[in-house]
């Protein structure tokens, strides 16, 4: 709609997961590092959390990206507090028979993958995301699989990535256990009001321009209003670029982004 008014080749602020228009502030720049070093050291257990929209599962793609052939990856999308059978998910993240199975053969078929993967000098490594939906039992049973070892080589790694209410999870008393075996944990949390600047202006770039478009006065409400949420910032960088093309503004102004806050609050479905 707006891109070719002002210079772009697609759309800057979309909300959608997107591993290319990833932007490395200092936070994130750390919690890459430690994905990387729990990946490369075959950290059992790695937590990563953040608020609603602070790109974990943008960095997660990133990071998918950029592995090796010698790991074979697993994602459980789909958990919440009803699911009563994660082993027969996490078989079919690694695309392996689980219907009409016991969870005593499941197990048993899951600890002959690992180790067939590992006489192929394979990693195993489970990504489970939405990870705050998971039971104190469903961890527990986690654990469990972590046992599953050859020697002293870990067979599986496994990565949580949630939202704060997996942080508190994990600190319930009965979760002693489960908390010990994390080598790395990190937490993300929003931009701070310096970094906003910089992340607008590297989204635009990806999309194909370098000059600038938003007024320094007009970043700063933006990142006052969205709280340093990326995701918060898409959404409104994304609604001022329309309200500025469908007035030919060619620069997004503090005026037009305080008309498009005001519009949300009062026109909006959810509010501001």
Known sequence: MYEEFYGLTEK????????EFLFFGLRHSMA????????????????????????????????????????TVGIVYNTHHQIDDLLSWIMLAFN?????????????????????????????????????????????ALRMLSNINVDKHQLLQIILVGQPQLRDLLRRPELQQFI?????????????????????LHRLHIAGRD????????????????????????ILCDMALVYGYSTNADKIDVNLVREVIRDRADFGVLGA
């Open 96 to 140: 392996q028979p689980y219907e009409g199975k016991s969870h005593l053969a499941l197990f048993d078929d899951f600890q002959q993958f690992l180790i067939k993967s590992y006489a192929e000098d394979k990693r195993v490594v489970l990504i489970i995301d939405e990870a705050q939906n998971l039971t104190p039992s469903s961890l527990e």
């Open 32 to 71: 890459y590092a430690m994905l990387e070093y729990g990946v490369q050291n075959r950290a059992g257990f790695s937590v990563i959390c953040g608020d609603i929209g602070c790109g974990k599962t943008t960095l997660v793609r990133h990071m998918l990206n950029n592995i090796g052939d010698e790991l």
């Open 180 to 200: 010990q075996r994390v080598a790395v944990d990190f937490f993300i949390p929003p931009l701070e009001a310096f970094e906003v600047d910089k992340y607008i």
């Open 211 to 234: 000059t600038p478009l938003f007024t320094p006065a007009a970043t700063k409400l933006i990142a006052q209003a969205a709280r340093g949420i990326p995701r918060s910032i898409n």
């Open 12 to 19: 800057p602020f979309s909300i959608q997961p997107d591993p």
